[in-house]
């Protein structure tokens, strides 16, 4: 006994208490979250030197047991964070022998940094989704696009009105894979003269529920057709054309003016609009839209949707390059 008791007095003081506390938090005295005493307290506790105590709490912490929290206290560690600091400390492990390899084969640390950077971005551009910039001349068209392409996992979209991209066309010198927009606009955009990115020329169409509703009512009296923008009224009376013939008769306006929207629609039995156009107008001007309908005036809010044989290229171009991407790193780029 004297002998035990002589082994164990030759044992430090701090290493003592350590096994103590690291066997109460293995049997579950104290459980996982549990918030320990502060150091004060264990120190009074244990009837032991505060320097003792920060040295154990220090030792505990080293082996993963204990969390210590600045200004919250010290908590028995779950699992999960000891998993996520033994991530930690194995990549930090992983990276000091990547710079040590670098640095045996002459690299300096500017250099080490520069290929880390460029093997990032690499690998950045093998995970990211890709990038389609939709670029129309009415806010319409953009929402009609993009409403199609975002369908498409793969792709990241991104709206523009030609208007911006005339003023500022290097924003799209770098970062987008494929500019897509309305295949109207071609001409103008050969015009630009644009950074070189590829293109996904799209042809707008009304969806035939729509066409079918509006096949229903347009005959039954004083039609009218309405848009927010210029550009837009030009695919509608296109549409119209395709689908009801050269003789269908209307009267069309611009929205945008509450007063005068009243007045072009007080006397139309029939309205045909855009369907994205109360996220275009005024709160007044809708309010004329609702109460016309109230009093049984006829509206067919039109669906537009990208055809399907621009569809199925777009989303073949997107795929491809999907593809391209995430060989891009595997084929040595």
């Known amino acids: 006994m004297a002998a035990a008791d002589d082994k164990a007095n030759s044992v430090p003081l701090y290493l003592l208490l350590t096994e103590r506390i690291r066997e109460q938090i293995r ?97 950045e551009s093998m995970t990211r989704p890709v990038r389609v910039v939709v670029v129309a001349k009415s806010p319409e068209e953009r929402t009609i696009l993009g409403r199609s392409l975002d369908t498409i996992q793969q792709a990241e979209i991104y709206r523009m009105s030609f208007d911006d991209l005339i003023s500022s066309p290097e924003r799209i010198a770098y970062g987008p894979d494929f500019l897509s927009y309305p295949i109207a606009l071609e001409n103008e955009l050969d015009e630009l003269k644009l950074p070189q990115v590829q293109r996904l020329p799209v042809s707008i169409t009304l969806e035939r529920q729509s066409a079918i509703k509006m096949a229903e009512i347009i005959s039954l009296g004083k039609l009218g057709i309405m848009s927010v923008s210029r550009s837009f009224m030009s695919v509608m009376h296109a549409q119209l054309k395709q689908f009801f013939g050269e003789s269908l008769s209307y009267e069309n306006m611009l929205l945008g003016d509450s007063n005068k929207t009243a007045e072009f629609i007080a006397n139309k039995d029939v309205l045909l609009l855009p369907a994205s156009v109360q996220n275009f107008i005024d709160s007044e001007e809708l309010a004329c839209l609702r109460q016309a309908a109230k009093e049984g005036q006829k509206q067919v809010y039109m669906e537009f949707t990208c055809d399907e044989g621009s569809m199925i290229y777009v989303n073949r171009s997107v795929q491809d390059c999907y593809r391209e991407l995430r060989t891009h790193i595997s084929n040595g780029g």
């Open 27 to 123: 049997s579950e005295e104290f459980p996982e979250g549990a918030k320990l005493p502060s150091i004060r307290e264990a120190a009074k506790e244990y009837d032991v030197s505060v320097g003792t105590i920060r040295h154990v709490y220090t030792l505990l912490e080293q082996e993963g047991l204990i969390i210590v929290d600045r200004g919250r206290g010290t908590f028995v560690r779950s699992p999960e964070q000891h998993d996520q600091e033994s991530r930690k400390q194995n990549a930090l492990d992983s990276i000091d022998k990547m710079l040590e390899t670098l640095s045996q084969n002459g690299f300096s640390s500017q250099q080490a940094q520069i290929l880390f950077e460029l093997r990032l971005r690499q690998r």
